[in-house]
């Protein structure tokens, strides 16, 4: 089989490896890829967002099947035009992909069918958002409608800090249209679990639990990331919880988007928040989460392709999706600067063969010649999977200091808030 994979991030890294399972896999073309992602597929200099351009190539060279990992493909409509010309696909359609498209949509979607999600107000005049503020409760959370690389979303302490917000994503459009609309919503206590779940629109199976790190900075300091690193699985995220989240969140959210005619296939992504009151989705993606699925990936025992596969044609109830026990860490290195400015071109330098319980996926890497060479924020995830969660973040550290580029930083504190429960 032929598969293409649309995207270049270490998200996509961590799945090309893992559908390289896979004996009836003969090529795999990722859709640009990056010069770490070079050394797994074909990298073909053809962007995430050209449509046209990857629906060409597809029919060219007579793709069997087709992953569109990103969220910005998803929600331009990529699985519509692969499916039109014959690709089968893992992914939602358009009309789908909404739900993380446009948080008003989402946020009203909650309301709508009940799911628990925290209280909000939307917004589409910058003046009665700061007219709202003036009573408001904070901290507060403040999010841009559309699309803002995992950043568009600020946690407000007091009135001045959300005035800012509302003039930075409103009035100067540093998320450009994503900022056309905004919603305001109640600040939640409570861990936070990461869970990504295949559906083919009628049955969820979830993966294992994770925990990400938001922030730059250890302690949770600092402006927020794309993910500085991850856990699997989440401590927190008990039989308990996972029981009351299908039958409160999971369910009624495949539901919901059924009854508005948006039926969703592929993986949906459920950003949670275990409050006093329960868990409570804080965001969905519509897509694999990325660094969470350089830890849950690792630890599925079940062929990803396979599973794909019947997400796309309707018999995921009928395929199994089982993962390894034990525990995996992923520490993201990245560019010193990053999420603001920050330099790249250094090379890379990193062992050319590792333990069968260690990996590296590439993020923000290019080729230059033989060499690799820094192209992006977040570089790269060490990852380690162990029997225990403790072995698996000592070896992730132990990956990350037999890697080397100019002005590389990590956090220290990977997976420290799942230890301090006790974990195993």
Same mark, same amino acid.
Do not use: W
């Given at each position: ?83 039109e010309v014959g690709i089968p696909c893992f992914g939602p359609t358009a009309k789908a992909a909404a739900i993380e498209g446009s948080k008003v949509f989402s946020k ?157 296939r592929g993986c949906l992504y459920f950003g949670l928040m275990l409050t006093p009151n329960g868990p409570k989705v804080i965001e969905y993606n519509c897509r694999f ?83 690799? *060479? =820094? ?6 995830? $060490? !990852?380690?999977?162990? #029997?225990?969660?403790?072995? /698996?973040?000592? @070896?992730?550290?132990? *990956? =990350? ?6 002005? $590389? !930083?990590?956090?220290? #504190?990977?997976?420290?808030? /799942?230890?301090? @429960?006790?974990?195993?």
């Amino acid at each position: 089989m032929k598969i293409l994979v649309v995207g270049g991030g270490g998200r996509e890294h961590a799945i090309i490896r893992k559908l390289k399972e896979n004996k009836t896999v003969t090529e795999i073309y990722a859709l640009p890829g990056n010069g770490g992602i070079a050394n797994d597929a074909t990298c073909v200099p053809i962007g995430a967002k050209d449509i046209d351009k990857i629906v060409d190539f597809a029919v060219q060279n007579a793709i069997d099947f087709a992953v569109v990992a990103p969220d910005d493909p998803l929600v331009l409509g990529a699985v519509d035009r692969l499916n039109e010309v014959g690709i089968p696909c893992f992914g939602p359609t358009a009309k789908a992909a909404a739900i993380e498209g446009s948080k008003v949509f989402s946020k009203n979607l909650m309301k709508t069918y009940h799911i628990p999600t925290a209280s909000y107000e939307t917004f589409t005049d910058p003046k009665d958002a700061l007219t709202y503020l003036a009573d408001c409760a904070y901290p507060t959370v403040l999010k841009a409608d559309g699309l803002a690389l995992g950043k568009g979303v600020v946690i407000a302490q007091n009135k001045q800090e959300a005035e800012e917000a509302v003039h930075s994503i409103m009035e100067d459009k540093i998320f450009g249209d994503s900022g056309n609309a905004l919603v305001i919503e109640e600040f939640l206590t409570g861990p936070e679990v990461s869970v990504l779940a295949f559906t083919d629109g009628k049955t969820v199976k979830p993966m294992v639990s994770s925990m990400d790190h938001k922030r730059i900075g250890d302690n949770d300091t600092g402006p927020n990331t794309g993910g500085m690193g991850t856990i699997a699985p989440n401590p927190y995220y008990t039989p308990d919880v996972a029981e009351r989240c299908m039958k409160e969140i999971f369910l009624p959210t495949i539901e919901a988007m059924n009854k508005e005619g948006r039926t969703f296939r592929g993986c949906l992504y459920f950003g949670l928040m275990l409050t006093p009151n329960g868990p409570k989705v804080i965001e969905y993606n519509c897509r694999f989460g990325d660094p969470e699925t350089q830890v849950v990936l690792p630890l599925l025992k079940s062929d990803l392709l396979s599973i794909m596969q019947a997400t796309a044609n309707g018999t995921l109830a009928d395929t199994p999706v089982e993962f390894k026990d034990g525990a995996a860490c992923c520490v993201v290195m990245a560019s010193s600067g990053y999420p603001l400015k920050y330099e790249t071109g250094f090379p890379i330098t990193a062992p050319e063969t590792l333990p069968a319980d260690n990996e590296i996926y590439y993020a923000g890497a290019k080729l230059d010649g033989e060499r690799l *060479l =820094t192209a992006g924020g977040r570089v790269l995830g $060490a !990852v380690a999977v162990d #029997d225990n969660l403790p072995n /698996a973040v000592k @070896k992730a550290y132990a *990956l =990350t200091e037999t890697i080397h580029f100019a002005n $590389a !930083v990590k956090r220290s #504190d990977i997976g420290r808030r /799942a230890l301090e @429960k006790g974990v195993n």
